[in-house]
Structures are given as C-alpha cells and as structure tokens.
C-alpha cells in the first residue's frame, strides 16, 4: 500500500507536468524575429498609382507562412530567411522581381475590375538597430491605372501576414486592416472612403487582438503570471483593472506623442515586470496589499510597448479615438482570452490526474487549491527563467 503522502507528491508532479509543457511550447520561440504587419500608402497621381511598402521582404522570398507563426525563428525557412538577411542588399533587390511577378499574378492592384501590373521603382532597406529584430525594408511600386479609371481594389497574398493599408494625398482617405488571402474591397481614387468612427473602431480590434494573440509573448506571460498567484477570482480582477487601466492611459499619451521612451528602456523593464510577478507568486499565496499597485506600474510599461507597435501602424488623425479605442478593446479581448484558456487547460490538467490510478489503488484527493499551488510554482519557475533571459537578450544581446 503507498502511503497517500507519496500519492500526493507523485500526483502533484503530475498535474504541474501537464498544465506547464504548454506553457514551454509557447514560449520556446525567440521574441526577437517577431512578425509584424507590412503597412503600405496608397496614392494616385495623374494617372500613376503608387504603393510603398513597409515589409519584411526577406520573409516573403523565404517562403515563411506568416498567418500561422509569430515570429521567423518557429517556421522551418528560418535558414532560409536568417541567410537571405546576410546578403547585400543588391542581391535582395535582385529577387524582387520575382516576387512582384507573382503579386502581378494574384493580381495585386485592380482598377474598375482591370488588372494593373506594378514595377518595382524604389528598394531601400532600414537597418534595424538590433541585428536580431525585424528588418523592415522600404518598396516602392508603381503602375499605370485604365483611362478614367474611378476606383481600386488591394489584395494581400495569403501567407504574408496582415497588411495596414492608407490612401494618401485626398480628402477623407480609406485607412483599412487587409487580412491574408482579402482584399481592401473598392477605394475611390477621388477619395471619400474613409470608415465611420464605428468601422474603424471595428477594424481595429483585431489589431490589437493579434499583438497579444499569437504575437505579444511577452504579454501573455505577464497575464499568465496574474492568473498564477490564486484560484480566487477577485484577486485575478484586482490585477487585471490595474494593469488595464494603466496600459490603456499610456496607450493613449504614447499614441498622442505626448510620452515617448525608447523601446530599448521599455522593453527590458517589461522582461523585468514578468521576473516580478512570476517570483512573487512562488513566495506569496494570496494577493499583498502592494501588488496592485506595483501592477500599475508595470502596467503603464506595457502600455508603452502597445503605443510603439499602434505608432507603426499610424492612427487616422480623423478617426483617432475610435481606432484607439478598438485597438484597446482588441488587446483586452486578447487578454481575457489567455485567461480562459489558462483556466481551462489548468481544469482539465487537474481533472487528468484525478483519472489516473496507481496500483490499483485510486490517487489521493486533496483540495484544488493545493493542486493549483504546485502548477502556480512550476509555472511561475518557467516564466521567471524565461522572462530573465528576455532581460539579459534585450539589454546585453
């Protein structure tokens, strides 16, 4: 007969085993070759239409599927693509052709139902500052629309991630979110689509859905600490309108450019937010009287980070508050929903090493709450050691 405390002991390795191996997977990818949208401007001149873009050109050439990874280090071109960014710009360039051909074939560029091809005119590529970040180059496109032509349609390849697309030089520009495989629907060249307040609203939650969901690793491993510090929901909501109030206030003064940190002070302290919280649940049981507040704080860091990723994008001056708004809503869905998967995988790891028998004999039940304290531990091991490494990577790396 096993005793019930070595019962205990060999259920609780169980349960911490099953509710943390996803945790690993998810935060096993690199954050420092992070996916981000190509954001391209739109405008027509005397019957010339031009498209600059904003792209990680050396993922399309690799041939990344970039609607189902998050960052470049996960898909199997990784090779591929951390080559290509060794080459001399001129061979990059050289390549090129053969990519604006095959958006030539989709087609990319359609007026009043015709198709319009595009030359590439202009190639330059921004050197980021961390040979490990994202290296966003600069396309210009140009191409000659029909006689009398009224409207356009963009299309955005499937595979190549989102697309933020802005019509330039008219009066009330469509500003829109293309998803892979869509298209931007028409846009009138004399100008005149710009969404309504509830459209652009509506058009940019999924913006900010997608910087927490699959994108903002960081964040989700902060949210993930809060749900790790107790069973008890009001605790769980304490955190969360802490950290949502203060995110959304300096959302709202990065967006406006009132406040404005470099990303390379930022991003640390974000790392550094996620060590915190993580040790803290280790030592602690239940929520302190001050981690509310230091909540906040850490909130107001990440809001910072939110701003920089909105600020890539660029908010339609005319519809500001909407599209902040929805940007906001969207990260909060994202949030919220990091949450209830928690939840569920915890419920369902705790509900597995209950089935399980031993000997024949039925595994010792003890309270929940001593359940969830051994997977709040492990969990909150694996998100300090993780968030530790972010700090020294984006301080010293």
């Not at 998050?70 to 090129?96: F, G, H, K, N």
């Not at 058009?203 to 949210?223: A, C, N």
């Not at 993930?224 to 107790?230: H, N």
């Not at 309270?367 to 990577?393: D, H, K, N, P, Y």
Request: aromatic share 8%; charged share 15%; no cysteine.
């Amino acid at each position: 007969m096993i005793n019930p405390f070595v019962k205990l002991t060999r259920k609780l390795r169980r349960i911490a085993a099953m509710s943390t191996l996803w945790l690993l997977t998810v935060a096993s990818a690199a954050h420092a070759h992070e996916i981000l949208p190509t954001i391209a401007d739109l405008s027509d001149e005397g019957g010339t239409v031009t498209i600059q873009m904003r792209a990680n050109v050396e993922a399309f050439l690799a041939g990344i599927d970039m609607d189902t990874v998050s960052d470049t280090d996960e898909a199997a071109q990784a090779e591929d693509y951390d080559a290509l960014r060794a080459r001399p710009v001129e061979e990059i360039r050289e390549q090129m052709t053969g990519l604006v051909q095959k958006w030539n074939a989709l087609p990319m560029l359609r007026a009043d139902g015709a198709a319009v091809p595009l030359v590439l005119q202009g190639f330059e590529v921004a050197e980021a500052p961390d040979p490990q970040a994202p290296r966003q180059s600069l396309l210009t496109l140009v191409g000659q629309l029909p006689s009398g032509a009224t409207e356009v349609v963009v299309a955005w390849p499937k595979g190549q991630g989102s697309l933020v697309l802005r019509q330039q030089g008219v009066d009330d520009p469509f500003t829109g979110y293309v998803e892979s495989g869509a298209d931007s629907g028409a846009i009138a060249l004399s100008g005149g689509g710009a969404l309504t307040g509830w459209g652009t609203f509506a058009g940019y939650i999924p913006v900010g859905f997608d910087h927490i969901l699959p994108q903002g690793l960081d964040h989700i491993l902060f949210v993930l600490g809060l749900f790790l510090l107790s069973t008890a929901w009001r605790p769980l909501l304490l955190q969360i309108s802490a950290f949502t109030v203060a995110h959304t206030v300096t959302l709202a003064l990065g967006a406006l450019g009132i406040v404005s940190i470099p990303g390379s002070i930022v991003e640390p302290l974000i790392a550094a937010s996620i060590v915190y919280v993580a040790i803290e649940n280790i030592f602690w049981r239940k929520l302190s009287p001050w981690r509310p507040f230091v909540i906040f704080g850490f909130g107001l860091l990440h809001g910072l980070g939110f701003a920089s990723v909105l600020g890539e994008f660029g908010l339609p001056a005319d519809q500001f508050i909407p599209a902040l708004l929805g940007f906001n809503v969207g990260v909060e869905v994202g949030q919220l929903t990091v949450v209830a998967l928690a939840a569920i995988i915890v419920s369902l790891s705790v509900a597995a090493a209950r089935a399980v028998e031993l000997d024949g004999d039925e595994i010792f039940v003890q309270e929940q709450s001593v359940m969830f304290r051994a997977i709040s531990i492990t969990g909150s091991l694996v998100i300090a050691l993780i968030g530790a490494w972010w700090v020294v990577e984006r301080v010293f790396l």
